[in-house]
């Protein structure tokens, strides 16, 4: 399952756990091996940009997701889409709730997975449910390599 993550940005993360982390989930997710992602982490002015010109927002998010395709064309891998994460939101949000920048970008890399694979977040219950997935994923995720 290809994965591609990109740090953009001054921060170090492990880009290779990332990577594991999101093959980990798409699998449990029921993506074909063959699905394809890329993620890019960066700033906030980065991710402000493509918030307002995608999502009419002019302000900094943590995650955004971007579907590709719903089916692949011809005899090529589905490309399922790019998830950008920002790292200056990421690192608030970790030490708001406690933990290291790494966890909270794979807190946010499943978050945009999620969004990738159908999940959606927009009713108090939707979000409960999406959460939960998420949780449950990440705990599968730590408890080792994906199958």
Not at 26 to 44: N, Y
Not at 77 to 103: C, F, K, M, N, Y
Request: net charge neutral; glycine share 6%.
């Amino acid at each position: 399952m290809p994965v591609v993550v990109a740090n953009e940005q001054r921060r170090r993360v492990n880009r290779r756990e990332l990577a594991r982390i999101a093959r980990a989930a798409l699998m449990a997710e029921g993506c074909p091996r063959e699905a394809e992602l890329s993620v890019v982490i960066g700033e906030d002015e980065w991710i402000r940009k493509l918030n307002r010109e995608y999502r009419k927002k002019d302000a900094p998010t943590d995650v955004l997701a971007f579907p590709q395709e719903v089916e692949p064309e011809g005899n090529r891998p589905l490309l399922l889409g790019d998830v950008a994460i920002s790292a200056e939101t990421a690192a608030r949000q970790a030490g708001e709730v406690g933990h290291s920048l790494q966890d909270e970008l794979a807190v946010l890399l499943i978050h945009g997975i999620l969004h990738l694979t159908g999940w959606g977040d927009e009713t108090p219950s939707k979000r409960r449910r999406m959460m939960r997935r998420a949780k449950e994923l990440l705990r599968q995720a730590a408890a080792g390599p994906e199958a």
